[in-house]
């Protein structure tokens, strides 16, 4: 197995092309990481979610990572982590525009609610939908990739 450091624009890539990946926040020392839906578009990652723990953490504490991997045949893989910022996205005239831009881009793919809407327990009806838009904002990324060498 050979593992390499991806370049800057590889890792780049690899977050347009991908959809799936895991959000690591943290609260007072205790990290917690979830699977998310996203699209990465001009350095930032766009996401959906009802509320919860995961919302509720990143607005405490916005520094977050968002992994990302893709496994290839023959035991080869690789991974890209996103270092950066939670922005929530609300509906006022802030955010407006950049709300409407990341739901323009999620609305393009199949499913890409489920894994943000989807709770094990029945949310409470309300008056006004409870869910929302976030953005993070890259820092900084990082990869690496792996190759299986046949002997």
Known sequence: MAIRTMTHHECVEMLN???????????EGQPYIVPVYFVF??????????????????RENPRVCLQVEERQLKGSWRSVILDGKFQELPDNDTWHEERLHAWSLLQ??????EIGSLKPDAVPPSHASPHLFYAIYMNDVTGRAATQIDL
């Open 41 to 58: 578009d001009a350095r930032v990652a766009y996401s959906f979610s009802m509320p919860g723990r995961k919302v509720e953490w990143m």
């Open 17 to 27: 092309a991908g959809h799936y990946g895991h959000l690591a926040c943290c609260n």
């Open 108 to 113: 393009k793919h199949r499913d890409w609610w």
